[in-house]
């Protein structure tokens, strides 16, 4: 088989890079599972959290926590906290580039200069450290303290650490959640099924309703 197979980009960056950690880490994953059988079901999340948290993360946004969850079922809250924290840890850190390289193509370059976009980068700015904590621990959408801490030049370090903070107990809450409550299987099956159900005839239909770009002022007449 040509070496040049192995290289060839997979679909688009951010599908690229998640599907090849996803794949390095199923393979690590099997190795570790021979060697250490106990191993399993921490494998098995891991795994199965990486998707979840990259370019399917829109259209299944209630697939992480299921997840946790389920694994939490069999093995104890904290390393079921530890390992998801360090799969999103590792999935944001590939989202942050990801979306720091496609808010710097032609096409998105002017979408810091919006009124709205500009407001949130203010408000984002007075309290950078907190606002990304707040968003982390909270179920508002992520992607929006991502976006306004690499427009406003946050770095990345802190970023990190802030997300850290925020999501250690978010993810530990619904560790020990699932660890007392013990939620059926088919439940948390369908409500990640439900989820997606819902979330893709919303994206169509943002799709559908988003306004064509502004032709440039630029141009000439």
């Known amino acids: ?7 060839r980009p ?4 951010h599908w690229d890079l998640i599907l090849r950690v996803t794949g390095l880490a199923g393979l690590v994953g099997i190795a570790l599972v ?3 059988p106990g191993s399993a079901v921490l494998v098995w999340f891991a795994v199965m959290s990486l998707p979840a948290n990259g370019p399917l993360s829109p259209l299944i946004p209630a697939a992480f926590e299921p997840l946790i969850m389920e694994a939490a079922k069999y093995e104890h809250p904290l390393a079921v906290t530890a390992v998801g924290l360090a799969v999103y840890m590792l999935t944001e850190y590939v989202n942050w580039y990801i979306y720091a390289w496609a808010l710097s193509r032609e096409r998105l370059a002017g979408v810091g200069n919006g009124r709205w976009v ?3 980068i203010d408000r984002f700015s007075r309290a950078p450290f907190t ?5 982390a621990f909270t179920p508002l959408p992520f992607w929006v303290a991502r976006c306004l801490a690499i427009l406003n ?4 370090g802190r970023f990190m650490l802030a997300t850290a903070v925020g999501r ?21 099956a369908a409500v990640l099924v439900g989820s997606l159900l819902l979330a893709v005839p919303w994206q169509r239909w943002r799709k559908a309703t988003r306004p064509e770009p502004a032709a440039s002022s630029t141009a000439a007449p």
Not at 131 to 135: A, K, R, Y
Not at 172 to 183: D, H, K, N, Q, S
């Open 1 to 7: 088989m040509s070496r040049s197979i192995w290289l």
């Open 10 to 13: 997979i679909g688009g960056r």
């Open 34 to 36: 021979l060697l250490v």
């Open 118 to 120: 500009r407001w949130g």
């Open 131 to 135: 606002t990304t904590v707040v968003f």
């Open 153 to 156: 030049g946050y770095p990345i």
């Open 168 to 188: 250690f107990p978010r993810i530990l809450i619904y560790a020990w959640l699932g660890a007392v409550l013990r939620v059926p299987t088919v439940v948390l």
